[in-house]
């Protein structure tokens, strides 16, 4: 497996503001990262693929200047919610494949509101 | 955005039955396919997986199904315990593509 930790593991902004959310691969050097959002009650959504050292992939609907990926070592990636407004509260959640390059492992979630 | 009143398949058990997870897909294409655990405000964890030239996989206390003809996944859970409450999500693979992911269902144990 990985083990993938993030933080902060809970946030509370006000409308307008920037959020940063850090994703650590703490075992295991991570070419790629994965980047979900998932609502209450909802499956889990595919916002982008990080890779490192180069830019991300995102997934279409997904805006890149507010959604903003860096992903500059083998072990951390970070999500920017820019501008942040309360629409894009959620669960954001990263994850890695680890030696298997298939199966994904995930880190422990962010929950972002924004008031 | 946020559906307001969604509801997640739900299956309840008792303890000590044994719980069967369903999953339809859509994808004749997908090799690869995982299931998950998410329970309530954390990241999915990982539980089994399965190839496509397999039909069968067991782990501890799990089995997964495949029946690729109708394109249908199934997790067996044997003697589910209240621990095991949570949303069960499959999710599929083909070839290099990114995972997605089903719409999950929840699992409710009661002692």
């Known amino acids: 497996g990985a083990v993938v930790s993030q933080h902060p593991s809970w946030v509370i902004c006000k409308s307008g503001t920037s959020v940063k959310i850090e994703c650590r691969s703490l075992d295991f050097q991570a070419t790629t990262m994965f980047w979900y959002r998932q609502f209450p009650k909802q499956s889990l959504m595919l916002m982008a693929t990080?890779?490192?050292?180069?830019?991300?992939?995102?997934e279409q609907g997904v805006e890149k200047d507010k959604f903003l990926i860096n992903h500059a070592s083998l072990t951390l990636s970070t999500l920017t919610v820019t501008s942040a407004h309360p629409e894009d509260s959620s669960f954001y959640i990263c994850?890695?494949?680890?030696?298997?390059?298939?199966?994904?492992?995930f880190g422990p979630g962010t929950r972002l509101l924004v008031l | 955005g946020e559906s307001v009143g969604l509801h997640l398949p739900t299956l309840s058990v008792q303890e000590g039955d044994n719980s069967i997870i369903n999953c339809a897909y859509s994808n004749s294409a997908s090799d690869y396919f995982i299931w998950y655990k998410q329970e309530s405000g954390k990241g999915p964890q990982f539980i089994i997986d399965i190839r496509s030239n397999m039909d069968k996989r067991q782990g501890q206390r799990v089995t997964v199904l495949l029946n690729k003809t109708v394109k249908h996944l199934s997790l067996q859970i044997a003697a589910t315990q209240p621990g095991d409450s949570a949303v069960y999500f499959c999710?599929?693979?083909?070839?290099?593509?990114?995972?997605?992911f089903g719409k999950g269902t929840m699992l409710l144990v009661s002692p």
């Open positions: 999710a599929e693979k083909a070839g290099y593509s990114t995972l997605t």
């Open positions: 990080s890779n490192e050292g180069s830019k991300a992939t995102y």
């Open positions: 994850s890695e494949t680890g030696t298997s390059e298939e199966t994904q492992y």
